[in-house]
C-alpha cells in the first residue's frame, strides 16, 4: 500500500493507473489577485492514509509557483503525516541544469533547489533522467537517484526497425557516453556530432567533422537526448543527417518541452518523429509515463 499525493490538475494523469489500494490525495491550488500562491490538502484524507507517502510533482510550466507550491505542500506533510516515509518524485528536476556556476557572479541553483526542498521533511528523492546525475546525488541531502528512462524508449524503436540500418546520434560530447552504452545495449552504431554553445549569447553551432563513417549507409538515425527544448540543437544535427543521405530521422528525449516553435523547427528540419515520456508534457509525444513506474519505486521501497 502506498499514498500518492499530486495536484488536482494531475489527476487525469493517475486515474485508473495505479494500485487499487492505493489512495489518492489531491492538493487544491489557489491563487491569489496579488499573485501569490497557496494550496490545500484534506487534513482527514492524507493523515489517515498510508505510508509511504509519494509526492509525485510537476513543476511545468509554471516552474516558479510550482515550486514555492510544493513546499507549502510538504510544510503540510510535515504536520499531517509525521514521520511517514516522504518520497518526492519530481518527473523533470528544476533548476537541474545549473549544476556549477558556469560564469562568476552565478547561483548553483542545483544545489540551491534540492537543499531547500529537502531541508522540508523529504527523505527520498527521485527524479528521471536527470541532467548531470551524479551532481544530483551529490548536491542532495537525502538520498537520490535518477532513473533512466531512454533505454525503454530507444528500445520501441530498435524493435520496430525490421531489416532497417540503424545508428544512434550523440548530438554532443557530453552525451556520447550515454549513447555508446546505448548502442552496446542494444547491438546497434552510434556517431557523435560536437556542438559549440556561447555561454553569454547561447548561440550553438556545430562541428561535424567528429562524426566520421558513411553516414548515407543508414536508412534511420536517432538523435537522442535527455530533453528537447526549443528543438535547435535537434533540427541542426537533422539537417545535417539528411544531407549526408539518412532517410529518416527519429529525435528521442525523456523530456519533451517543444517551446518556442520547437515542432515546426524540428519537422522542418527533416525530424520523421519525435519520442519521449510524461515527464514534461501529456500528448502524442508521450511513449511512456512515469506514473506505470510508481508501483515499482514504491515496491523497493
Known amino acids: 500500500m502506498a499514498t500518492v499525493i499530486v495536484k488536482a490538475s494531475d489527476l487525469q494523469r493517475v486515474d485508473g493507473r495505479l494500485p487499487g489500494d492505493w489512495t489518492v490525495c489531491s492538493v487544491e491550488v489557489k491563487d491569489f489577485p496579488n499573485g501569490e500562491t497557496i494550496v490545500y490538502i484534506d487534513p482527514d484524507q492524507v493523515s489517515t492514509a498510508d505510508p509511504p507517502y509519494i509526492l509525485l510533482w510537476w513543476a511545468y510550466p509554471s516552474v516558479q509557483d510550482n515550486v514555492f507550491r510544493l513546499l507549502e505542500v510538504l510544510d503540510v506533510l510535515d504536520v499531517y503525516c509525521g514521520d511517514g516515509d516522504v518520497v518526492l518524485v519530481l518527473p ?49 541531502p537525502v538520498y537520490a537517484v535518477s532513473i533512466s528512462l531512454l533505454p525503454s524508449l530507444v528500445e520501441n524503436i530498435v524493435r520496430s526497425m525490421g531489416d532497417d540500418k540503424l545508428v544512434l546520434v550523440a548530438p554532443d560530447r557530453g552525451r556520447a557516453p550515454l549513447v555508446d552504452s546505448l548502442s552496446s545495449l542494444f547491438g546497434v552504431d552510434y556517431l557523435v556530432v560536437e556542438k559549440m554553445r556561447d555561454r553569454v549569447t547561447g548561440e550553438v553551432s556545430f562541428n561535424f567533422e567528429t562524426v566520421g563513417g558513411e553516414i548515407s549507409s543508414y536508412d534511420v538515425a536517432v538523435i537522442v537526448d535527455d530533453e528537447i527544448s526549443t528543438g535547435g540543437t535537434v533540427a541542426g544535427v537533422s539537417s545535417f543527417l539528411k544531407t549526408r543521405g539518412v532517410k529518416r530521422v527519429y529525435a528521442v528525449a525523456t523530456h519533451l518541452f517543444l517551446v518556442g516553435g520547437a515542432e515546426e523547427r524540428l519537422s522542418s528540419s527533416g525530424v520523421d518523429l519525435v519520442m519521449g515520456s510524461d515527464t514534461v508534457r501529456y500528448d502524442e509525444h508521450v511513449a511512456i509515463s512515469i506514473v506505470d513506474l510508481l508501483p515499482d519505486i514504491a515496491g523497493s521501497m
Not at 529537502?118 to 527523505?123: A, K, T
Open 92 to 140: 523533470y528536476l528544476p533548476y537541474s541544469r545549473q549544476d556549477k556556476r558556469f560564469r562568476e557572479g552565478e547561483p548553483l541553483t542545483l544545489r540551491l533547489f534540492l537543499e531547500t526542498v529537502c531541508s522540508r521533511g523529504v527523505d527520498r528523492i527521485i527524479s528521471f533522467d536527470v541532467h548531470n546525475p551524479v551532481a544530483f546525488m551529490r548536491y542532495s
